[in-house]
């Protein structure tokens, strides 16, 4: 890596610092990853990873800090490409962000905020004002998606699965996730985990043309679950989640070989 920019969005950060140091160390450790504070703005834990010049139009994101595998992987494509960033929610290594305010403590998935009826899902308020969690958590969201995706035309997120998990046979006709599908291709050289979830015709074919397992979601009937594929469907930006097993470097590395083919093709 050429550079690594951490960014926050906290305005006041260094004062925020020199607030925590001051705190008793058991209060201090009930935040993970977010400052503990009784400011009303809260900001995702966002770390910035470049291999060279950013792409001014595509964004690629990995948002669960406990998927090892899929940070390591985007981090090793955009080595070889010697371009891009990678933006990273980082925040003590679990898949759920947990906040400590003085007003509340609440803690949520990280790709289920971005729309409201997500954020009504996810949120497990433990003390405090809910109203006021809710209310930050939507402007902390909103502040994200506002500051790094608004303005992508493809964002590409990556994601890790367990063996015991989800896989591209969910979304088959019949599937727990089949309402979330509109079109499937099924490789049979390819482990069923290890699949691309798309919004656009244009991703699906491409991908499913060149043998990986491909779901295009369905946009008008998916379950809004306030996911980044969601709000991406909403605002008719190009989205592919590149999904793989836990452990799968291998086969996660093709995958993003084929979007670094994929982004040449249509972008670059
Ligand atoms: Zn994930």
């Not at 995702?44 to 090892?68: F, R, S, Y």
């Not at 699949?195 to 499913?208: D, E, H, I, R, S």
């Amino acid at each position: 890596m050429k550079k690594k920019i951490t960014l926050y969005l906290y305005p006041y950060i260094a004062l925020l610092l020199v607030f925590v140091s001051t705190l008793p160390a058991d209060a201090a450790t009930l935040a993970s990853g977010i400052p503990v504070s009784d400011s009303p703005i809260m900001a995702l834990p966002v770390t910035q990873t470049c291999a060279g010049t950013p792409w001014k139009n595509i964004v690629w994101v990995h948002l669960h800090d406990n998927e090892e595998t899929a940070r390591q992987t985007a981090l090793q494509a955009l080595n070889q490409i010697q371009q891009g960033c990678l933006l990273d929610l980082r925040h003590g290594g679990s898949r759920e962000i947990k906040v400590q305010n003085y007003q509340v403590s609440y803690q949520f998935d990280p790709n289920r905020i971005f729309t409201s009826m997500g954020r009504k899902t996810t949120l497990k308020c433990h003390q405090g004002s809910c109203a006021f969690a809710l209310e930050q958590l939507g402007q902390a969201a909103a502040n994200f998606l506002n500051q790094y995706l608004i303005h992508a035309q493809l964002i590409v997120a990556v994601h890790n699965n367990h063996l015991d998990g989800l896989s591209v046979r969910n979304y088959r006709a019949g599937g727990t996730m089949a309402p979330a599908m509109s079109q499937i291709a099924i490789s049979s050289d390819s482990n069923p985990h290890d699949f691309f979830y798309v919004t656009t015709q244009q991703a699906f074919n491409f991908l499913a043309s060149r043998n990986f397992n491909v779901v295009l979601q369905n946009n008008q009937q998916v379950h809004d679950d306030g996911s980044l594929s969601v709000w991406a469907a909403q605002q008719h930006i190009d989205y592919i989640n590149v999904e793989a097993g836990i452990e799968h470097s291998a086969a996660q590395l093709a995958m993003l070989a084929a979007v670094w083919a994929y982004m040449q093709e249509y972008y670059i």
